[in-house]
């Protein structure tokens, strides 16, 4: 269906000398007076935010929302944009010139306006990984970028001091990626506890980080093995072969590890209760966890095949519905697509299945959807689940909020009924798991750094580049490039 326009002048470029670069009015916010708003903009700043009575005077662009909800623009805090497969790099949109271009759309599109993307898995070097990875980006991308580091070797965290200088405050290690499943997956490579224990205690040092992949190798490798030697062909299946007990297992570890060294630790997509528990065991308050929605909104019941192979799986329908529960009970800190890249011609068999699923464009529609249209959340805690939450533990205070001095990163939501079609979601991935569920909100328009980015299914401002946010954090260091 085709979304109704709220009243809106276009962004001409012909600003008048002293006026704003946007004014969105009649905007519905999460206050506690249930006035509408009106908000002022100047050099991607929100600088005005007054009754809607007030005249904000003229402006670049303007939007009427008309009483719909105005909310800050989704951080997402996992996404794999250019984590290509090299044998795709021919189709359009998944190429190194484009993934970055054609992706950011999509989740522009999806009122994401900034993700934290991981640099692309491979180069032995971190640094030439990152370095590559931000080129990439600050020539295309639309939306905000903020690059998390990788290690997968020593060497990796021997280059953490240099990362940190070039502007890298986060750090991934993966635990269950060996042998045969680490060649498949292209060399990721997982730390052992002792390397992980040097780790945290470099990242700390150093002022970042850490992130966590939790699912235990050993556990992994045994249950993998059972489950191929028994014909390996569903979803079911799948989840066997990395039951919860895995995540448990490792997130315990990964949390006590960071603990004793003192270095802040986010488990990143958790997909079982076994994670909270270990948090509220371990009981380290530098511990956050992070979820994506698959894993409330898909299940092994879902009727899909290899396309919905992810790493840690789908799990059954009741444990699906647990994690809703625990979601709303405030037991997870904020929310990643875990979005990757791969078309479905990389999905088709089992075994060989790429692991990864799109979905940085129907991470805050689909959010929204489940839990305040149809579980009751309210839109302040949804907020802090897809943005504030992240911009405060991420160092993006600016982000995550409508106030005056805040990044005018923004989101006008539309309401109703909307059928999720791939072939609508301005991604290069050509399926979608979520294909023919309903949406009730999605957006209407999407404001990055002041810029009106998207509106009504197109892209008025094409030529718009996000923000490259590692450079906040790049040091003065002498001989940095
Ligand atoms: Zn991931």
């Not at 003229?58 to 800050?72: C, L, N, Q």
């Not at 580049?465 to 450079?471: C, D, Q, T």
């Amino acid at each position: 269906m085709t979304p109704t326009s709220p009243g809106s002048t276009p962004d001409t470029g012909a600003a008048g000398q002293d006026g704003l670069q946007l004014v969105i009015r009649n905007a519905r916010i999460a206050t506690d007076d249930h006035d509408l708003h009106n908000i002022g903009v100047r050099d991607g700043i929100i600088v005005a935010l007054t009754s809607r009575t007030e005249d904000l005077g003229p402006a670049r662009a303007t939007i009427d929302a008309e009483g719909r909800w105005v909310i800050p623009g989704a951080i997402d805090t996992h996404s794999h944009i250019n984590q290509r497969a090299p044998e795709y790099n021919h189709v359009p949109g998944l190429g190194p010139d484009d993934n970055f271009a054609v992706e950011t759309r999509g989740a522009l599109a999806g009122g994401c306006t900034t993700a934290l993307n991981y640099v692309q898995f491979g180069p032995p070097s971190l640094l030439d990984s990152y370095r590559s990875s931000l080129a990439a980006a600050t020539g295309q991308s639309m939306m905000n970028v903020l690059f998390h580091g990788c290690l997968m070797t020593m060497d990796q965290v021997a280059e953490i001091p240099q990362a940190v200088a070039e502007g890298i405050t986060t750090f991934k290690m993966f635990m269950p990626y060996r042998g045969e499943e680490a060649r498949i997956l292209g060399g990721i490579g997982s730390l052992n506890h002792a390397q992980m224990r040097t780790a945290f205690s470099e990242i700390v040092a150093h002022g970042a980080q850490a992130l966590v992949h939790a699912e235990d190798g050993d556990i992994v490798d045994s249950c993998m093995h059972h489950e191929i030697s028994a014909g390996l062909d569903s979803l079911a299946g799948w989840e066997r072969s990395r039951p919860t007990i895995a995540e448990g297992d490792a997130a315990w570890t990964a949390m006590y590890l960071a603990e004793e060294a003192g270095c802040p630790v986010s488990i990143v997509h958790v997909s079982s209760l076994e994670a909270i528990r270990a948090r509220r065991a371990v009981g380290y308050p530098g511990a956050g966890l992070e979820s994506c929605v698959h894993y409330m909104l898909l299940n092994t019941s879902s009727d899909i095949g290899p396309e919905g192979k992810v790493a840690p799986p789908l799990r059954d329908p009741e444990l699906a519905e647990a994690i809703t529960e625990a979601v709303l009970a405030g037991e997870i800190d904020f929310f990643g697509s875990d979005h990757n890249v791969w078309p479905i011609a990389a999905k088709k068999e089992w075994e060989s299945a790429r692991p990864g699923l799109p979905g940085i464009g129907l991470m805050l529609p689909l959010l929204l959807t489940h839990l305040v249209h149809e579980r009751g959340m309210s839109m302040e805690r949804a907020i802090e689940l897809t943005s504030r939450n992240a911009a405060l533990r991420f160092g993006l205070p600016g982000k995550g909020l409508v106030a005056v001095g805040a990044d005018a990163d923004l989101v006008v939501l539309e309401e109703g009924r909307r059928e999720i079609r791939a072939d609508e979601l301005h991604s290069a991935v050509d399926y979608s798991p979520y294909q023919g569920m309903t949406l009730r909100t999605w957006p209407l328009a999407t404001v990055c750094g002041g810029t009106v980015v998207y509106q009504d299914g197109a892209f008025p401002n094409p030529d718009s580049r996000g923000e490259m946010l590692n450079n906040r954090f790049r040091s003065a260091v002498p001989g940095v490039v």
